[in-house]
Each structure stands twice: as structure tokens, then as C-alpha cells.
């Protein structure tokens, strides 16, 4: 045991930079060695010291990790790999307390007890370990170092109220991923640190929170192993632990190391607990806040003074008690397992002949078992290596080669990589080994190359899983309190610095429905701050927008382009629809009123267009009298009404008060009193619209397709539905208006009493067949009968090359019952191979008859549209020689009655009826 230089214990609580100071001390002298509890640990001191002293002076050695240069001066190592007897001029183990540790414990009192440096020797750790330290080290110098910032509990605290800045900690994998869920669900993503991450990995990872990607950090106990991270609050989810044989509760300065990673320097920390971990008692809070635990009494020890002359004189060595009152044997560990497990295998013992061998046994089973599989399976694999280093005295390449190329893949999902990154962990520990492999520069490089893809495959994959960069930098920006830069697309996609946060429509932001409930208040937070701007440079653009751009649904909708920016509501006026805007309250009242004030404009500018006949009746004080309460009425049913609903009233209008109307376009038709250029696709569309707000739909009904004469009639439609479509109901299907009053001027010509037949101008009018036209007038109050004839052959001319006496040879036409032989001599005879009577079908006609149905007993209007007023025809039984007319055709010419010469007047007219 080395005795020379001084050896000093710098003992004390979290945050007194004993870490620190040691490197100083290290980089001070020639050359020195420092041990390290965690390789991540190991990292960063290593990185810290290559940025001070360069690459080219400072080793990093640690299981799987081996970057030893030429001139080395400085190792910085993990505990368990540190060069002993290199004779380094300073020497220092980081977190001695560990000696205590069940598992790990014996390797740092090895190094307590036999570890020196030439000029100094440094022992960093708890003030727990102060007697311990006093009775085994002779000479040592005892430095206390105070903490530097003030740490306090903070009770329990919900995940949602945990304040930013924050660790959580648990003690199993499981544990660490549900509460970093919970944590990515409300408050937008953390890291994830466990003591079984690549360094690469948790380099990554600490950077997130470093850097302030993310406020919240989840991690195993490995943080209380002197990481050096920005943490204001360590909250516990957990109290107990499985320390790899039993659960049991945490010690006092076990909590008392993690909670003390609270605080940075001189900025305070608290400490608490939360999630299921129940709150700690007073009595516990008080000794972590004043750093007063219980001292070590027993430190765990392992003999290190060796016997390799057979396997089982090293397992006895091992298992060699402990002298002396603070040394306790450690308990079996791994290693000792695996190699009582090879030593029992015959195949293992004929192998080993001699210490060499026995040496080589112990140097396979101290392989850690990064896997965590069985006992038995971890020891077939240490002796499969073992076969390979007692024969052919290296791991043979082609089989390396597989088990790395198996584990080579970056696919999968965080257990599955996790799971590749410990196996390769196995392989990386091979290749470190000198001698075991044969090219060790490649495989070294190989391994480390492999474990770099899946650290990076598995940070990805946390990142994924755990952090939702989108409301951590939204969060992060809304902290530093500066302008957030909000961008919209032609799409309407709004990003907010550079993440999509949801759509803008018109003046209403969606945002994005996949965002859970506590991350859309962020969202909602961020976007609004952003799109304040945009809503009002997106209001001037919209009240700038030519008329052109807006338009109205049959719904009631407004739409600027493809966006509802508002919706029509009923106002006094049935001319004057009332416009309520679609923004949202956090654009401002000032949008709001533009938008409102912007649509009002449009909706009136396109009523008085569409509906400028309306308008100008509406408008006109010359109307007075019976003629100003007809316009009334026509405004109030938007220019269109059913001729028998004001029947009397327009039986009161007087011949000025008809033309008066007339001017502003009023047609007094036979069916329907309208205005025709309201039948346009474009104010009809508005009608219904304004017709729907006036009666409270819930439901409007669309514009029939432009064009069409007629529609079929379809159930369900509100009543007057169609009269305000511009269409009036006749049976099956509803004529247009326009086009019934042209049918109407037809039919006058008619006598309806005596019955008519439709003719070719009144089918082409309605656009119908024979069968539809007949159920159409039955529709509008007339009596259809159908008939059928003989069809009439057609004769062609005769040939051009014909003359007088040489025409064909003719088929005498047959005999027509009732016809006389000179009616059929009058008929042309036509060809045998023309006509055959047998093959000519009878043709079907219809008869039509007025025969009111309307309710009430209606009759026919005798109004031409004109002012002329006929008489109404008598109701009831028609004359007997009228019931027997069948057809217009058929119906006896009307007889003049003659003029009487002795009346001067019916001289005077017999006059004028000559000249004519």
C-alpha cells in the first residue's frame, strides 16, 4: 500500500463543486488519474478536460470505451477501470460513499484502501463517510466543503403543477416511461436519463433539457452521481427501490444525494415528491435540507489479493471473510456466480491447466451481464468466449461478425433498441479487452460504430415518444416573452416559429385536433399571441376584397373564397338581412366591426342588385292607396304571388293602380302575380335564402338547377317552398311560372268547356310527353280524358318519272264504317307495300276539360293579364249539347246571326263590314 504524498478526504453535500476542485488539483500535476462512479460521468469529465488540455494528453477508459493516445498524461475512468500502478503524480475517486454499496461497493474500498497517488491523493464524497475514512487511512487530511446554494422541500405537487426546471425521478424503466408520458401529455415533452444509456444518448438527451428544448427531465438515480445539470426542483415518484435482490425503502442520504441536484451554484433548489410516492415525513425532509444522515459503519469489501493456481483457490480467495470492524464481505456477486457456474462445466476444466488460464476464467466472468438475462444463459455465453480464448486463443472474427451484424438495426421501438444497445454493450466490452480479438483497432471501431447508430436510433425514438417539439418551443418562446413569428400558407395552415399549430379559416383559427387537452392550451396560448397581426392585416385585405370575392350560400352562409367568414340572420326588413361575422374574440373588437361592417356592405349591395325591381317598388312614395298596399304585399312575399291568394285585391285595383305597378315590372298573370326578372338562377337563389331567414328554417332548401321547365315534386318541402323556387305545383311535378303563363295564353284560346286537345305548342312549351303534359293540366284544375284513333296513312308523292295513265297498279283503301263511297273516293290509294292497315296503331289523345278542384270550389281566371274581366262561368251542370263535344275539332262552326237592314245602326255596321 502506497503511503506517499498527502491524501486529503474533500467530504460534503451536493453542489460544493468537490468535482471541480479535484480536476483542478488533477490538471495541476504532470499526470493523474480520476475515477469516476457512472461512465456517463466519465464522459463528461473527459470531454471538460479534452477542451482544456486537448485530445492528444487525455485518456478516457472505462468498460466499453477505450481512447487511450500515445502521450497520455490524464486518465479519467470509471472506478472499476482504473489503471492501478501507473504511478500517476495525482490520484482521486469521486463519490467514495459508494463504498457502502451493496453491489459495487467492495471495488470503491479497493480503491479507498489501496489506490494512492505519488503527491496526492483525493477521496471525494459525504460527510457519511468521515469515520470510515478516519480509521482505515492513516494520515489523511479531512476538508469540508459547504453548499453553495440553499435547498428546501417542497412538499407534494401534482405532474401539472410541477414547476419548470424539474427532475422526476424513479427506479425502474418502467417507472421513468410512464411518468415521462404523463409529462409529454401535459406539459409538451421531456428528457429521459437512465444510468443505461449510451453516453452518446444521454448526451443527447441532457442536451434537450439543456438547452431548454424541454423543461422537465425524467430520470433513474444515475443524476445523483455528480451530472451536472440546470435543475431547480427534484420531485420523487418513488420512494423504494429494487436494489437487485429486494424492494426496499430508500436510506436517508440516498434521497438526500438526488434531491441535493436541485440548485446550480448559487441558485436555490427544492425537493418533494409526487405521482404515488406518499410525502415525506418531517423528520426526513429535515436531515436532506441540513445534510445530517447517519455515518457508514460498515464498508463492503471484497479480498483483491488473488489466488489463480486453480479455480477453486480463487473462488476461495473470493469468498474470503472480512477482518476488522468496518469491513463487511460483499455478497455474491455476478461475477463470482458465473465463475463457479464455468468451473463446474468439464468442458471449462479441461481447458484450464494452469494460472494463466485460471487468470483468463476470471478475466470472461467479470463480463458484465449488460443483457440482464438468466444466470445460466449469461454463463453459456461467457463460456462459449471462453472456448474461443482457450483454443484458438481469439474470438473468431466470422463469428463476431454475426453477432454484431444481428444487432445492427436501427428499426423498432424504444425496448427493442434499448434491448440491441445492452447486447452490443457485450461485444463493445470484448473488443475493448487486449488480445481477445484480432484486429482490435476494427472492431473497436465496428462496435463503437454500431452502438453510436442505436444510441442515435434510440434518442430519436425518445425524442418521438416523449417530447412534442411543437409546444416545447412554443412554450419556451412564450417564456422569453418576445414576439412569436406566425406564418399562413395559400392552405391556410398557420405555423408558429416554424411548428404547424393548426389552420386559419377566414378569421377563425382551428388548431390542430391532434394536440391533447393540455397541450392545446399551450397551442392556443402561442397561436393567438402570433396571429394577432395577422388578423389585422388579414381585415384590411378583407375589406379591400372586390365584391367578386365574396359570396353567399344557400344556406345563409357568407364565404370569402373558400372560407365562411359569416352567416345571415333574419332582420326587420326582409330586404335587409342582418350579418353576424365569424371571428374570434381574440382578433378584437376592431376585426370584428370591419368584418361585420365589410359584409353588410356586400349583402345589401347584392340585394339591391338582384332584387332591383323589389327594391324600386319597395322605394316608390308616388304609390298610394290599394296600390301601395299590393306592393307591400309583393315585397313582403319577395315578388311572387299565387294569383287565388289576392284574387279580391286584385279585383280592387283599378286600371292607373295596375299600371302604376306594371312600371316596376309586376305581371298580373293568370296563375301567379310576379315580377319575371325575379325568376333569374341569381335572385331566385336569394329568395329562398331571405324566404328561409323569414321563416326560421333550420333546414334551406335550394334553388331548383337553372333551365329546367319543369321539377318533379319532392315530400317533405315546406309549404310555399316551391311558389318562392319561382315554380307552381301540378300534379307529379311544378311548371315554371314564366312558362305556365305562356302555356295559360295558349289555353285561352281554347274552349274548355266544349274540351280541347293539346296541342304540338304546348308540349314544346313544358318540354313534357303526352302522358305528363295530361297529368300536369290535371295538376292545374282541368279534366283530362284519354282517347285513341285510327292513324292515318301517309301516301308519298308519286314518282317524278310518272305521267298520266301510267301510275302504278293501286290497293283500293278499305271501307271506313260511316264514311260514304265519295269520302272514300276523295282519299289517295296507297301502295300494298306502303301502308298494311293491319300494321298501324291506333293513336292515343287526350281531352281536356276545366274542372276545378281547388279548395273552395275554385273557378278558372277569365283575366288576360290585361285588365279585360269576364264574366265567371256558371258553375254546376253544363248544357247536355255541350257534355256530348268531345273534341275543339269536332265541335260545329259557330253561326253568325244575321243583320237586320231596318236598324240604322246594323246598316251603318253592315257598311263598314263591306269596305272591310
Given at each position: 500500500?502506497?503511503?506517499?504524498?498527502?491524501?486529503?478526504?474533500?467530504?460534503?453535500?451536493?453542489?460544493?463543486?468537490?468535482?471541480?476542485?479535484?480536476?483542478?488539483?488533477?490538471?495541476?500535476?504532470?499526470?493523474?488519474?480520476?475515477?469516476?462512479?457512472?461512465?456517463?460521468?466519465?464522459?463528461?469529465?473527459?470531454?471538460?478536460?479534452?477542451?482544456?488540455?486537448?485530445?492528444?494528453?487525455?485518456?478516457?477508459?472505462?468498460?466499453?470505451?477505450?481512447?487511450?493516445?500515445?502521450?497520455?498524461?490524464?486518465?479519467?475512468?470509471?472506478?472499476?477501470?482504473?489503471?492501478?500502478?501507473?504511478?500517476?503524480?495525482?490520484?482521486?475517486?469521486?463519490?467514495?460513499?459508494?463504498?457502502?454499496?451493496?453491489?459495487?461497493?467492495?471495488?470503491?474500498?479497493?480503491?479507498?484502501?489501496?489506490?494512492?497517488?505519488?503527491?496526492?491523493?483525493?477521496?471525494?464524497?459525504?460527510?457519511?463517510?468521515?469515520?470510515?475514512?478516519?480509521?482505515?487511512?492513516?494520515?489523511?487530511?479531512?476538508?469540508?466543503?459547504?453548499?453553495?446554494?440553499?435547498?428546501?422541500?417542497?412538499?407534494?405537487?401534482?405532474?401539472?403543477?410541477?414547476?419548470?426546471?424539474?427532475?422526476?425521478?424513479?427506479?425502474?424503466?418502467?417507472?421513468?416511461?410512464?411518468?415521462?408520458?404523463?409529462?409529454?401529455?401535459?406539459?409538451?415533452?421531456?428528457?429521459?436519463?437512465?444510468?443505461?444509456?449510451?453516453?452518446?444518448t444521454r448526451n443527447a438527451q441532457v442536451a434537450l433539457y439543456q438547452n431548454g428544448d424541454?423543461?422537465?427531465?425524467?430520470?433513474?438515480?444515475?443524476?445523483?452521481?455528480?451530472?451536472?445539470?440546470?435543475?431547480?426542483?427534484?420531485?420523487?415518484?418513488?420512494?423504494?427501490?429494487?436494489?437487485?435482490?429486494?424492494?426496499?425503502?430508500?436510506?436517508?442520504?440516498?434521497?438526500?444525494?438526488?434531491?441535493?441536484?436541485?440548485?446550480?451554484?448559487?441558485?436555490?433548489?427544492?425537493?418533494?415528491?409526487?405521482?404515488?410516492?406518499?410525502?415525506?415525513?418531517?423528520?426526513?425532509?429535515?436531515?436532506?435540507?441540513?445534510?445530517?444522515?447517519?455515518?457508514?459503519?460498515?464498508?463492503?469489501?471484497?479480498?483483491?489479493?488473488?489466488?489463480?493456481?486453480?479455480?477453486?483457490?480463487?473462488?476461495?480467495?473470493?469468498?474470503?471473510?472480512?477482518?476488522?470492524?468496518?469491513?463487511?464481505?460483499?455478497?455474491?456477486?455476478?461475477?463470482?456466480?458465473?465463475?463457479?457456474?464455468?468451473?463446474?462445466?468439464?468442458?471449462?476444466?479441461?481447458?484450464?491447466?494452469?494460472?494463466?488460464?485460471?487468470?483468463?476464467?476470471?478475466?470472461?466472468?467479470?463480463?458484465?451481464?449488460?443483457?440482464?438475462?438468466?444466470?445460466?444463459?449469461?454463463?453459456?455465453?461467457?463460456?462459449?468466449?471462453?472456448?474461443?480464448?482457450?483454443?484458438?486463443?481469439?474470438?473468431?472474427?466470422?463469428?463476431?461478425a454475426r453477432q454484431v451484424h444481428r444487432i445492427d438495426r436501427t428499426d423498432g421501438d424504444?425496448?427493442?433498441?434499448?434491448?440491441?444497445?445492452?447486447?452490443i454493450r457485450t461485444w463493445t466490452y470484448v473488443a475493448q479487452r487486449t488480445g481477445w480479438?484480432?484486429?482490435?483497432?476494427?472492431?473497436?471501431?465496428?462496435?463503437?460504430?454500431?452502438?453510436?447508430?442505436?444510441?442515435?436510433?434510440?434518442?430519436?425514438?425518445?425524442?418521438?415518444?416523449?417530447?412534442?417539439?411543437?409546444?416545447?418551443?412554443?412554450?419556451?418562446?412564450?417564456?422569453?416573452?418576445?414576439?412569436?413569428?406566425?406564418?399562413?400558407?395559400?392552405?391556410?395552415?398557420?405555423?408558429?416559429?416554424?411548428?404547424?399549430?393548426?389552420?386559419?379559416?377566414?378569421?377563425?383559427?382551428?388548431?390542430?385536433?391532434?394536440?391533447?387537452?393540455?397541450?392545446?392550451?399551450?397551442?392556443?396560448?402561442?397561436?393567438?399571441?402570433?396571429?394577432?397581426?395577422?388578423?389585422?392585416?388579414?381585415?384590411?385585405?378583407?375589406?379591400?376584397?372586390?365584391?367578386?370575392?365574396?359570396?353567399?350560400?344557400?344556406?345563409?352562409?357568407?364565404?370569402?373564397?373558400?372560407?365562411?367568414?359569416?352567416?345571415?340572420?333574419?332582420?326587420?326588413?326582409?330586404?335587409?338581412?342582418?350579418?353576424?361575422?365569424?371571428?374570434?374574440?381574440?382578433?378584437?373588437?376592431?376585426?370584428?366591426?370591419?368584418?361585420?361592417?365589410?359584409?353588410?356592405?356586400?349583402?345589401?349591395?347584392?340585394?339591391?342588385?338582384?332584387?332591383?325591381?323589389?327594391?324600386?317598388?319597395?322605394?316608390?312614395?308616388?304609390?298610394?292607396?290599394?296600390?301601395?298596399?299590393?306592393?307591400?304585399?309583393?315585397?313582403?312575399?319577395?315578388?311572387?304571388?299565387?294569383?287565388?291568394?289576392?284574387?279580391?285585391?286584385?279585383?280592387?285595383?283599378?286600371?292607373?293602380?295596375?299600371?302604376?305597378?306594371?312600371?316596376?315590372?309586376?305581371?298580373?298573370?293568370?296563375?301567379?302575380?310576379?315580377?319575371?326578372?325575379?325568376?333569374?338562377?341569381?335572385?331566385?337563389?336569394?329568395?329562398?335564402?331571405?324566404?328561409?331567414?323569414?321563416?326560421?328554417?333550420?333546414?334551406?332548401?335550394?334553388?331548383?338547377?337553372?333551365?329546367?321547365?319543369?321539377?318533379?315534386?319532392?315530400?317533405?318541402?315546406?309549404?310555399?317552398?316551391?311558389?318562392?323556387?319561382?315554380?307552381?305545383?301540378?300534379?307529379?311535378?311544378?311548371?315554371?311560372?314564366?312558362?305556365?303563363?305562356?302555356?295559360?295564353?295558349?289555353?285561352?284560346?281554347?274552349?274548355?268547356?266544349?274540351?280541347?286537345?293539346?296541342?304540338?305548342?304546348?308540349?314544346?312549351?313544358?318540354?313534357?310527353?303526352?302522358?305528363?303534359?295530361?297529368?300536369?293540366?290535371?295538376?292545374?284544375?282541368?279534366?283530362?280524358?284519354?282517347?285513341?284513333?285510327?292513324?292515318?296513312?301517309?301516301?308519298?308523292?308519286?314518282?317524278?318519272?310518272?305521267?298520266?295513265?301510267?301510275?302504278?297498279?293501286?290497293?283500293?283503301?278499305?271501307?271506313?264504317?260511316?264514311?260514304?263511297?265519295?269520302?272514300?273516293?276523295?282519299?289517295?290509294?296507297?301502295?300494298?307495300?306502303?301502308?298494311?292497315?293491319?300494321?298501324?296503331?291506333?293513336?292515343?289523345?287526350?281531352?281536356?276539360?276545366?274542372?276545378?278542384?281547388?279548395?273552395?270550389?275554385?273557378?278558372?281566371?277569365?283575366?288576360?293579364?290585361?285588365?279585360?274581366?269576364?264574366?265567371?262561368?256558371?258553375?254546376?251542370?253544363?248544357?247536355?249539347?255541350?257534355?256530348?263535344?268531345?273534341?275543339?275539332?269536332?265541335?260545329?262552326?259557330?253561326?253568325?246571326?244575321?243583320?237586320?237592314?231596318?236598324?240604322?245602326?246594323?246598316?251603318?255596321?253592315?257598311?263598314?263590314?263591306?269596305?272591310?
Amino acid at each position: 500500500m502506497q503511503r506517499n504524498g498527502r491524501i486529503a478526504a474533500v467530504l460534503g453535500p451536493t453542489n460544493t463543486g468537490k468535482t471541480h476542485y479535484a480536476i483542478d488539483r488533477m490538471l495541476a500535476c504532470r499526470t493523474g488519474v480520476i475515477g469516476l462512479p457512472l461512465r456517463l460521468l466519465a464522459r463528461e469529465v473527459y470531454d471538460k478536460i479534452v477542451r482544456l488540455r486537448g485530445p492528444s494528453v487525455v485518456a478516457l477508459v472505462t468498460g466499453e470505451e477505450r481512447i487511450v493516445p500515445p502521450r497520455t498524461q490524464y486518465w479519467v475512468c470509471t472506478v472499476e477501470a482504473m489503471p492501478v500502478g501507473t504511478g500517476a503524480d495525482f490520484l482521486a475517486v469521486d463519490e467514495i460513499q459508494l463504498c457502502g454499496d451493496p453491489e459495487r461497493g467492495h471495488v470503491f474500498t479497493d480503491r479507498l484502501l489501496n489506490a494512492r497517488g505519488r503527491h496526492e491523493t483525493l477521496f471525494l464524497g459525504a460527510d457519511t463517510m468521515r469515520a470510515a475514512i478516519a480509521a482505515l487511512v492513516p494520515g489523511v487530511v479531512f476538508v469540508r466543503r459547504e453548499r453553495f446554494s440553499e435547498l428546501v422541500y417542497g412538499g407534494s405537487k401534482k405532474i401539472s403543477r410541477m414547476p419548470a426546471r424539474s427532475a422526476v425521478v424513479g427506479f425502474s424503466g418502467d417507472g421513468v416511461y410512464a411518468m415521462a408520458e404523463l409529462i409529454r401529455r401535459q406539459k409538451g415533452g421531456c428528457a429521459v436519463v437512465m444510468g443505461a444509456l449510451s453516453p452518446r444518448t444521454r448526451n443527447a438527451q441532457v442536451a434537450l433539457y439543456q438547452n431548454g428544448d424541454v423543461d422537465y427531465l425524467v430520470a433513474t438515480d444515475a443524476i445523483g452521481m455528480g451530472l451536472n445539470l440546470d435543475i431547480r426542483h427534484v420531485a420523487f415518484s418513488s420512494l423504494t427501490k429494487f436494489d437487485g435482490r429486494r424492494m426496499r425503502p430508500l436510506f436517508p442520504h440516498e434521497i438526500g444525494q438526488i434531491a441535493g441536484r436541485a440548485g446550480r451554484h448559487t441558485a436555490p433548489g427544492s425537493f418533494g415528491v409526487t405521482g404515488a410516492a406518499p410525502p415525506m415525513e418531517d423528520s426526513l425532509a429535515e436531515a436532506i435540507m441540513t445534510h445530517r444522515f447517519a455515518p457508514l459503519s460498515r464498508l463492503q469489501w471484497r479480498n483483491a489479493r488473488l489466488d489463480f493456481a486453480s479455480p477453486e483457490r480463487l473462488i476461495a480467495t473470493l469468498e474470503a471473510p472480512a477482518e476488522g470492524e468496518w469491513l463487511t464481505r460483499v455478497r455474491e456477486a455476478d461475477d463470482l456466480t458465473a465463475l463457479k457456474s464455468l468451473a463446474a462445466m468439464a468442458e471449462i476444466r479441461a481447458c484450464v491447466t494452469g494460472p494463466r488460464a485460471v487468470q483468463m476464467l476470471w478475466d470472461v466472468c467479470r463480463i458484465p451481464d449488460f443483457r440482464g438475462v438468466s444466470a445460466a444463459e449469461h454463463a453459456g455465453l461467457l463460456a462459449r468466449i471462453f472456448g474461443f480464448l482457450s483454443g484458438p486463443g481469439q474470438v473468431p472474427d466470422d463469428w463476431l461478425a454475426r453477432q454484431v451484424h444481428r444487432i445492427d438495426r436501427t428499426d423498432g421501438d424504444i425496448d427493442i433498441l434499448s434491448k440491441r444497445l445492452a447486447y452490443i454493450r457485450t461485444w463493445t466490452y470484448v473488443a475493448q479487452r487486449t488480445g481477445w480479438v484480432g484486429d482490435e483497432s476494427h472492431w473497436r471501431g465496428e462496435t463503437r460504430a454500431v452502438e453510436d447508430r442505436l444510441s442515435d436510433a434510440l434518442h430519436a425514438a425518445l425524442t418521438k415518444r416523449f417530447v412534442d417539439r411543437r409546444t416545447s418551443v412554443l412554450l419556451r418562446r412564450l417564456k422569453q416573452k418576445e414576439g412569436l413569428v406566425a406564418e399562413v400558407n395559400d392552405k391556410g395552415e398557420v405555423t408558429v416559429e416554424g411548428q404547424f399549430v393548426g389552420r386559419l379559416e377566414g378569421f377563425r383559427f382551428r388548431q390542430d385536433a391532434s394536440a391533447g387537452a393540455e397541450e392545446a392550451k399551450t397551442l392556443r396560448q402561442a397561436s393567438i399571441a402570433a396571429l394577432a397581426p395577422e388578423f389585422h392585416l388579414r381585415a384590411d385585405r378583407f375589406y379591400n376584397a372586390p365584391d367578386t370575392e365574396l359570396d353567399f350560400t344557400e344556406q345563409g352562409g357568407l364565404m370569402w373564397g373558400e372560407n365562411a367568414v359569416g352567416k345571415l340572420t333574419a332582420g326587420a326588413d326582409p330586404l335587409r338581412p342582418v350579418v353576424k361575422a365569424f371571428v374570434d374574440e381574440e382578433a378584437g373588437a376592431d376585426v370584428a366591426e370591419k368584418v361585420q361592417r365589410r359584409l353588410q356592405h356586400f349583402m345589401d349591395r347584392r340585394v339591391a342588385t338582384l332584387f332591383e325591381p323589389l327594391v324600386g317598388l319597395q322605394k316608390d312614395e308616388t304609390l298610394t292607396g290599394l296600390a301601395r298596399g299590393f306592393a307591400f304585399r309583393m315585397v313582403e312575399n319577395f315578388g311572387i304571388i299565387p294569383r287565388d291568394r289576392v284574387a279580391a285585391e286584385v279585383k280592387e285595383l283599378d286600371q292607373d293602380a295596375r299600371g302604376a305597378l306594371r312600371k316596376h315590372g309586376i305581371r298580373f298573370g293568370q296563375f301567379t302575380v310576379f315580377m319575371p326578372l325575379l325568376l333569374k338562377p341569381a335572385p331566385t337563389r336569394l329568395r329562398l335564402v331571405l324566404w328561409s331567414l323569414s321563416k326560421d328554417l333550420q333546414e334551406f332548401p335550394e334553388a331548383p338547377p337553372a333551365g329546367l321547365v319543369t321539377i318533379p315534386m319532392i315530400e317533405g318541402v315546406p309549404e310555399g317552398c316551391v311558389t318562392l323556387s319561382g315554380y307552381r305545383e301540378a300534379g307529379a311535378r311544378a311548371i315554371r311560372i314564366d312558362m305556365l303563363e305562356r302555356l295559360a295564353d295558349l289555353l285561352r284560346a281554347e274552349d274548355s268547356r266544349a274540351g280541347f286537345e293539346a296541342k304540338p305548342d304546348m308540349l314544346s312549351i313544358t318540354g313534357m310527353t303526352l302522358e305528363q303534359f295530361a297529368d300536369l293540366m290535371q295538376g292545374l284544375g282541368y279534366k283530362a280524358e284519354r282517347g285513341e284513333r285510327p292513324k292515318p296513312c301517309v301516301v308519298p308523292d308519286p314518282p317524278a318519272g310518272d305521267v298520266a295513265g301510267e301510275t302504278e297498279t293501286q290497293t283500293p283503301l278499305p271501307s271506313v264504317p260511316g264514311e260514304t263511297p265519295a269520302e272514300a273516293a276523295t282519299e289517295t290509294a296507297v301502295p300494298a307495300e306502303v301502308a298494311d292497315p293491319a300494321e298501324v296503331q291506333d293513336e292515343v289523345f287526350y281531352t281536356f276539360t276545366w274542372a276545378p278542384r281547388r279548395r273552395g270550389g275554385g273557378q278558372r281566371p277569365r283575366d288576360d293579364g290585361k285588365g279585360r274581366k269576364g264574366k265567371p262561368k256558371p258553375q254546376g251542370k253544363r248544357p247536355p249539347s255541350r257534355d256530348k263535344a268531345k273534341t275543339f275539332e269536332a265541335r260545329p262552326p259557330r253561326r253568325e246571326k244575321p243583320i237586320d237592314p231596318d236598324n240604322p245602326f246594323a246598316a251603318a255596321l253592315m257598311g263598314l263590314r263591306k269596305k272591310g
